[in-house]
DNA sequence: CTGTTAGCGCGTTCAG
DNA sequence: CTGAACGCGCTAACAG
């Protein structure tokens, strides 16, 4: 169906090695190159990447895991990614592994079986089942967002204690003492990170561990976040703040409070990531906003340096800082305790 | 590298043959089965697929090209979808056209150097470039949420006149009778058929076409949706509803609508897609809402049942109705003339 | 059920 | 600068 090399070589007589030569910059005489060229229009012919991927042993061909693709925060940064991967020659193949470990395995699976040149990912949990196949193959790896114990690959991360710390500022700024977090299991580097920052800020301010915080089970989702803000204003003394660890937990608060909005005080809140929501929401919030074109920068040259190198690297790691983009004064203020 | 057949032959002495059967699920003699097992342990044995795919001319492999990656709506399908393929034994590329048909012709271009078996596309205009040589090797092709001229391909699109209607009728139903659109340019399908559709149903209930309808030219954004809403605004006479006729839309008239609610009366809002929204905004917002789920499903259907098919089928087109899930009653009621 | 043989489409030696 | 020969890792015919 598809022409090959030998159709061209019909149509014009050139050898196969020609062909080749051509078509991978090499030096041709210009009679064969124009011969060439008429022959590969008129055949609408397209080299065979996975023949040439076969017998070079480079695809030429980047791999993205991603945790979650119905997420603006991952994909915002993919796009981005791509669009530099593609300026060095690359292609790049987007897989999704749903937030599920078993799913991310796979997909490391099918992308070593589709001999990609280099993996980016972003992690499910603190281990990635398909890195030692990676490593076993000399395809390497970059982690994004989350980064991965005991395994010598690269990472991109962002500062998540100085942000959440940040988050907490304003918020002691603004008189809160008794302030509570809404963040996902542990289990998730961000999370943990993100858990920790917040109790290294409390006690920085107040001189004690904070008295109040709400870890929400699996899975991190806006439902999750709906639940979470709930129960944390159940408690006794009531938060008057609270801090959103995450997106989906950011969306789900909001959704919270808008609903008791009518008949209760609403706490003051912070929420994380996608901008778009200051723009949407009002009163507008204020929110922990990642460098997302930054992240996808820096994976990006992290990849390409490595494929490029002739020697194995030592593993890097990139720590990005957050911006906090303040909203609205109301949605942080302190209007006295509520216990 | 990477371990091959001939690895695990000198590690069981089995014959490649046989080996090969193996792996594609044929009938091997216990003795073998366990000795090759081993083996594939021991060396941390995978298929190449590449290998694979080139000498069998199936790659067990689809590509998804996505005019958007940054959209709620078409990750959301491709999530179900990507599920339904992997169950059927595919695996699934996801590209990212960035809106640029340029860059969605290089996708394509891509996919095929990949020896897809299958394209699943959303395209980004009335034309796909790549579909000539799509045809030409024999890879199916499916359109989704918008149809393309003269091209024997599948296609799953939603009603989008109906959908439209519904909206107008609420709105109609309201008492409002200077209805607005905001719709971004003809050239996009889904754009040129819900504003066709917002003409007929203006028309029907009124007995004349709408007095104003607003179109934004490209990009389609959330910019433009902001910008656009401000526009309609400033008509005389001023409309007392808008209808959005997509998420991005929908998002930039929000901002819009909130920044105004101080100073002026904000005109009654349809909008569309993502009932995320629903939940965040407040007073919750009347949408119409595209069975996303469904279009996964029978898009994933069509290019299968495609790829399966011994002989050409002809082409087949799948409408799809959309639901009018109805907000807070204050975002759509009739408030009087404000002109 | 197994093994041998011959390619899939391309890139890379070499000799010319 | 060009052409012939070989092999990348695997599957598809056969014959056994």
New binding site residues.
């Given amino acids: ?8 070589r019909r149509l014009t ?12 910059g ?4 210009h ?3 124009v011969l060439i060229e008429q022959a590969t229009r008129d055949l609408g ?4 990447d ?3 991927g ?4 480079r695809s030429m061909t980047l791999g993205v895991v991603l945790a979650e693709l119905n997420s603006t925060f991952y994909t915002t940064i993919i796009s981005s990614m791509e669009e530099k991967l593609r300026e060095a020659g690359y292609g790049t193949i987007i897989c999704d592994s749903r937030g599920s470990a078993e799913a991310e395995a796979e997909a490391i699976h099918f992308l070593i079986g589709k001999m990609v040149d280099g993996i980016v990912i972003m992690p499910v949990g603190d281990e990635v089942a398909g890195l030692a196949a990676a490593a076993a193959r000399g395809v390497p790896v970059v982690t994004v967002d989350r980064a991965i114990a005991n395994a010598a690959v690269d990472t991109v991360v962002i500062d998540n204690r100085a942000a959440i710390a940040s988050a907490v500022d304003l918020l002691v700024d603004a008189g809160h003492i008794d302030i509570g977090l809404l963040a996902g299991p542990d289990a998730i580097f961000t999370m943990r990170e993100r858990r920790l920052g917040f109790r290294e800020a409390v006690k920085r301010h107040t001189g004690r561990l904070p008295r109040r915080t709400f870890t929400q089970p699996d899975p991190v989702s806006v439902q999750g976040g709906y639940q979470g803000l709930r129960r944390l204003l159940a408690l006794e003394p009531r938060p008057t703040a609270v801090v959103c660890a995450n997106y989906e937990f950011t969306v789900g608060a909001t959704v919270a409070i808008n609903e008791l909005a009518a008949d209760a005080p609403v706490p003051a809140i912070v929420g994380f990531d996608n901008l778009d929501l200051a723009r949407i929401i009002r009163p507008r919030p204020t929110l922990v906003v990642q460098p997302v074109a930054q992240i996808a920068v820096r994976a990006a040259e992290l990849i390409l340096d490595r494929i490029a190198s002739p020697f194995p690297l030592e593993p890097r790691s990139v720590v990005l800082e957050s911006e906090l983009v303040v909203g609205d004064p109301a949605t942080y203020a302190f209007r006295g305790g509520q216990s």
Same sequence: chains 1, 2.
């Fill in positions: 169906m598809a022409a090959t090399y030998k159709d061209i007589g050139v050898s196969l090695a020609t062909i080749s030569k051509y078509f991978n090499g030096n041709v005489i009679n064969n190159r012919y397209q080299v065979n996975v023949a040439r076969l017998r070079s042993r």
